[in-house]
């Protein structure tokens, strides 16, 4: 766990209950509300983009902006712990995008965000502004941003195990995006099996297969993707 953030920073009251970083949560929980709201009045939807490093949460941004972007305005925040690589990669693509080096921190909290978006300068012509986030299964779930939405980017090679290992983060979000499925001929990962334990933890989360490489199952995700731009929760 990172010193920087205070997520290891536990508390064991006489119960032996422990609680983890109270006040630092407590504060990430009043800005990120304040980010919402400063979001809903321009009518800007906000996706929390999750998933281990590698994993594929670039890739899918920059096969999704392009499909969506002659209909929906859309900005990014780019998340790392160093280096601005896959900032280039999305400004690439024509569309404002602010990067944040976290020096350490394993993910993003509310107060890198509200900088950014006041750097962003966002107003009401804009749809959509993707968020993706430090490469970390664990971190990022106890850390709310202000998101309408978090998505988590799981690829085949992490296996077919990764909901049941890591409940947190999967049964907080609302979509579930399985990546790399092209290669699934050639590794031991069972599709259905991985759909069944995403559900078990979060049967709400809509769950999608995909290929960056062929294209498969990307259409499904860009539809959900717009549907959700126009009906936040």
Known sequence: MCKECGCGENNIDEKGTISIGKEILAENSHIAAHNREHLDKLGVVMF?????????KTTLLEKTIPALKDDLKIAVIEGDLETDNDKNRIDALGVPCYQICTHGACHLDAKMVHHALHELNL???????????????????????????????????????????????????????????????????????????????????????????????????????????????
Do not use: M
Request: aromatic fraction near 12%; proline fraction near 8%.
């Open 48 to 56: 929390n983009i999750v998933g281990s490093p590698g994993s594929g």
């Open 123 to 233: 107003d009401e012509n804009y749809d959509i502004i993707f968020v993706e986030n430090v490469g970390n299964l664990v971190c990022p779930a106890d850390f709310p941003l202000g998101e309408n939405f978090r998505v988590v980017v799981l690829s085949t090679p992490e296996g077919d195990d990764k909901p049941e290992k890591y409940p947190t983060i999967f049964h907080g979000s609302d979509a579930v995006v399985l990546s790399k499925i092209d290669i699934i001929p050639h590794i031991d990962f069972d599709t259905e099996k991985c759909r069944e334990r995403s559900y078990n933890v979060n049967p709400k989360a809509r769950f999608f297969t995909v290929s960056a490489k062929t294209g498969e199952g990307l259409q499904k995700w860009f539809e959900w993707v717009k549907w959700a731009a126009n009906s936040p929760k």
